[in-house]
């Protein structure tokens, strides 16, 4: 059965920084492309990040791009999102994405596999 755990979300003033990870489990980790996508009060689920299989590519929404860095562990079996200089706009819950063809150019049709999601919240 597999799972991705989400965890780090939690309330921070705009400006501020957080760290989400995503723990997986009951898949071959290094075989997937991860990633980040996000939902919104009222607004439909979007596209944040992702990383390839090794690491070695990753891909973000202009909306994160110098503000947001994915990463992977994949001894771990964990992918991470830091976020830095949050806004308001940006409240939502966050999701865990993992896509067995290993492409960045992640859609929401192409997703294997869903976490239930963190959520964020950003104060103003």
């Known amino acids: 059965q597999v799972q991705l755990v989400e965890s780090g979300g939690g309330l921070v003033q705009a400006g501020g920084s957080l760290r989400l990870s995503c723990a997986a489990s009951g898949l071959t980790f290094s075989r997937y492309a991860m990633g980040w996508f996000r939902q919104a009060p009222g607004k439909e689920r979007e596209f944040v990040a992702a990383?390839?299989?090794?690491?070695?590519?990753?891909s973000y929404a202009d909306s994160v791009k110098g503000r947001f860095t994915i990463s992977r562990d994949n001894a771990k079996d964990t992918v991470y999102l830091q976020m830095n200089s949050l806004n308001p706009e940006e409240t939502a819950v966050y999701y865990c994405a993992a896509d067995r063809l290993g492409t960045v150019i992640m859609t929401i049709a192409g997703i294997d596999y869903w976490g239930k999601g963190t959520l964020v919240t950003v104060s103003s």
């Open positions: 990383i390839s299989r090794s690491g070695g590519t990753t």
